[in-house]
């Protein structure tokens, strides 16, 4: 664990980046980690990443066929937002822990 | 001593068999190294080309016999002369995809679809279409191209390229 300053305010985050509490995050702090991996946020992208902070406050286990049948986005629009990290991306912008789940 | 990581850029599988165990590992390191942004080509054949054929896709089976980590619920090893019983092993096989699917994985078609979604591609093996007298038409619409396994190799190239074999 280490303390990192993301758009102005001291986060605690993970080896990977990953913050630690998902209260610390904020609409600022996602941008940040967005234009570190290179994506630019648009709507589009918060309505996925709200539903991943949702889904996570709930306690369900999150896979991109979740996200891919939340009626948001299908599979394919999801790598089209997230190229290359469709679930760790999008989560480590969400600002909640690495995902777990193998599909 | 260097501590650069080299992640791994490129990953091609080829799956030879076709029962539920071996099709569905394929598959789940197949979309794995597509959603860490690894490059990823699968490569069907022989029996294995059954994960790609329409009518056989979704109904995969599991040999309840010569399998010897095949349980009954409960953890009781299960009975050889069984699982050689007519309907057993159709029985087993659909019994564990329900259980797969209550674990949120996917029936074959849809997972396919997910692999190609993220840029992933399937191939099927020349000689073993021919062997089993397929298709094209005959095979899933993810499927990319039949080719011979040559083709697939040359598609291998690369420093931070691995092969596995299912």
């Known amino acids: ?103 | 001593m260097s501590t650069e990581k080299k992640p791994l850029e490129k990953v091609c599988l080829i799956c030879a068999k076709g029962s539920l165990e071996d099709v569905y590992a394929s598959l789940v390191m197949a979309n794995g190294a597509v959603m860490e942004g690894i490059e990823t080509k699968v490569f069907f054949t022989f029996f294995g080309l059954d994960g790609i054929t329409k009518k056989a896709m979704n109904h995969l089976h599991t040999a309840t016999t010569g399998n010897p980590a095949m349980r009954m619920p409960g953890g009781i090893p299960f009975p050889t002369m069984l699982g050689g019983l007519p309907g057993v092993e159709s029985a087993v096989s659909s019994m564990m995809r329900k259980q797969m699917d209550a674990l949120g994985m996917p029936p074959v078609d849809e997972f396919l679809e997910m692999i190609t979604a993220g840029g992933g591609e399937i191939y099927a093996c020349k000689l073993a279409v021919d062997m089993f007298k397929l298709k094209k038409e005959d095979l899933s619409d993810e499927v990319s191209d039949i080719i011979t396994i040559g083709e697939f190799y040359e598609m291998c190239d690369g420093d931070r390229t691995q092969i596995i074999f299912t």
């Open chain 1, 1 to 103: 664990m280490s303390v990192k300053t993301i758009a102005g305010v001291s986060v605690n985050v993970s080896e990977d980046g990953y913050l630690d509490d998902m209260n610390q995050w904020n609409e600022e702090i996602a941008k940040e980690i967005a234009t570190e991996i290179g994506i630019e946020l648009t709507p589009k992208h918060f309505e996925v990443i709200n539903y991943l902070r949702e889904k996570t406050l709930a306690k369900e286990a999150l896979t991109i066929r979740s996200v891919g049948k939340s009626g948001i986005v299908d599979v394919k629009q999801l790598y089209v937002l997230f190229p290359k990290g469709p679930l760790k991306f999008s989560s480590k912008i969400a600002g909640i822990p690495k995902p777990t789940s193998c599909i």
